[in-house]
């Protein structure tokens, strides 16, 4: 179990304010700089510094938070053999493309034995991040662009990046411009999703913006975003086995910007995490 000082650490971490930290933890301001300068002095490193009157990380606090959430996966994991149960469980997360499209077939494998339980997430890249550093998942598999210096991960697959549209629109099965498909209404995700956000880099490092489509409409729900591609005549980018999961879809793409996105395991304690991925990822 972490002591009150680290658990003090990681408020200060996520507040990023002494004042709001203190209040969080119902303690006062100076109790919280004395816990913080005890770490500081037991390390032999500073953890956080101020630039004027903003405070900051430092590269030794982002060390300290990570082994600090590896530290509460192993509590849990104990805290969980603690009770006695044939059963096997886990809870793990997955943004959506994946828990959707992607890894159905190996949770239904996974339940075929009875004594198997799982809890499964599907949201968001930051939502499944956070949960993750409060230990209130095993681990993630997360879909595109996250910070691989605060976690560990490995690689799950690979997927192509591509144009979906209705198979009797114009662009469905060919290769076509940027010019024509910014004449198009298109269709995202909503801010912070993984497919999101490769979309944005891969217009924005071209030298455009989500602006530049004829319309563009946010969506959070995948159903809801292949009913509108396959009846209004709109498109979206995704990943491709959102596309091969309907017989009205077809997929494009586009000159210049073929993309490819990974899918990882993402933990704060690799020996934990490893030990689950492998009963359901065979």
């Known amino acids: 179990m972490l002591d009150y000082r680290a658990l003090t650490f990681l408020a200060l971490y996520d507040e990023m304010n002494y004042r709001r930290t203190a209040e969080k933890l119902n303690m006062t301001q100076p109790g919280v700089t004395q816990h913080i300068h005890y770490l500081e002095s ?7 510094v101020y630039d004027g009157h903003t405070l900051h990380r430092t590269k030794n606090a982002q060390r300290l938070k990570r082994y600090f959430d590896s530290v509460k996966a192993e509590e849990a994991d104990i805290r969980e053999s603690f009770v006695p149960s044939d059963a096997i469980h886990m ?12 890894i159905v077939p190996n949770i239904r494998e996974f339940l075929q ?19 993750l550093e409060k230990a209130e998942i095993d681990f993630a598999i997360i879909e595109g662009v996250f910070d691989k ?15 979906i549209c209705a198979k009797s629109h114009p662009f469905a099965n060919r290769t076509v411009t940027l010019e024509e498909i910014f004449r198009e209404d298109i269709v995202v995700r909503e801010r912070l999703s993984g497919t999101r956000t490769l979309l ?4 924005t490092d071209r030298g ?17 975003i292949c009913d509108l591609v396959a009846n209004n005549g709109s498109i979206t980018f995704a990943y491709e086995p959102i596309a091969r999961c309907r017989n009205d879809l077809a997929t494009f793409t586009v000159t210049d910007m073929q993309i490819s996105g990974e899918f990882n395991f993402v933990y704060c304690n690799e020996r934990i995490a490893r030990q689950k991925i492998e009963l359901i990822f065979k």
Do not use: W
């Open 149 to 163: 210096s605060k976690y560990g991960y490995h690689l799950y697959k690979k997927e192509q990046f591509v144009g």
């Open 113 to 131: 034995s009875p004594n198997h339980t799982l809890s499964l997430i599907v949201d968001n890249t930051e939502v499944l991040l956070h949960m």
């Open 42 to 48: 037991y390390y032999g490193v500073k953890l956080f």
């Open 208 to 224: 455009f913006s989500l602006d530049n489509f004829k319309r563009c409409v946010s969506v959070s729900n995948f159903s809801v």
């Open 200 to 203: 944005y880099n891969a217009i």
């Open 91 to 102: 809870t793990l997360g997955a943004t959506k493309t994946i828990g959707e499209f992607v």
